[in-house]
């Protein structure tokens, strides 16, 4: 069971790829079979289980999109 809930706003999200860039466990990637409503591919977490909290997605989002919660 996940330690760590990632949750996107999607709508937020321009697909700039710096979160996919910075995740140390590889577990972001672009929604390559959706768009959003302002026309981008939105970020999705593949496994949140391999999650370890890091926080470096959220911190490098220039659009605040990501949030993290879970253990502190």
């Known amino acids: ?7 996107f706003d999607e709508d937020k999200c321009k697909g700039c790829f710096l979160c996919v ?3 140390p466990k590889k577990i972001l990637e672009l929604d ?8 981008y591919n939105p970020i999705i977490c593949t496994n949140e289980d391999d999650c370890i909290g ?3 997605c959220a911190i490098i989002c220039p659009d605040s999109v990501i949030k993290l919660e879970g253990e502190e």
């Open 1 to 7: 069971m996940a330690k760590f809930k990632l949750t």
């Open 21 to 23: 860039d910075v995740c």
């Open 32 to 39: 390559t079979e959706r768009v959003n409503s302002t026309g």
């Open 54 to 56: 890091c926080v470096m």
